[in-house]
């Protein structure tokens, strides 16, 4: 019932930008906290970056300070403006959501189907 669809992806230039959307639609009660995890080839799926519904952040050493999260809760969509990148952020990225269907659910964690990110020159 719940879609999470990511938008954005590409292949940019070391230095380039990029910002990836993330739209949750379907039965949603609540969300509670929105992430961006990425997977790059040979490699475990890693944390990029979390928002709360409080609006509190954390990101992974590797992004701090060049990569910015945050949400639009009325639209139920997450974002993540990627700047300065490397070719080492070249994975793909998925964004989750922890959320509830229905008032009698219990919390549980959506994923995206993910969007290539290549950083070439």
């Known amino acids: 019932q719940v879609q999470l669809v990511e938008s954005g992806g590409g292949l940019v230039q070391p230095g380039g930008s990029l910002r990836l959307s993330c739209a949750a639609s379907g039965s949603i009660f609540s969300i509670n906290n929105m992430g961006w995890y990425r997977q790059a080839p040979g490699k475990q799926r890693e944390l990029v970056a979390v928002i709360s519904i409080g609006d509190a952040t954390n990101y992974a050493d590797s992004v701090k300070g060049r990569f910015t999260i945050s949400r639009d809760n009325a639209k139920n969509t997450v974002y993540l403006q990627m700047n300065s990148l490397k070719p080492e952020d070249t994975a793909v990225y998925y964004c989750?959501?922890?959320?509830?269907?229905?008032?009698?659910?219990?919390?549980?964690?959506?994923w995206g189907q993910g969007t290539q990110v290549t950083v070439s020159s």
């Open positions: 989750n959501a922890d959320l509830r269907t229905s008032r009698y659910s219990n919390r549980s964690i959506y």
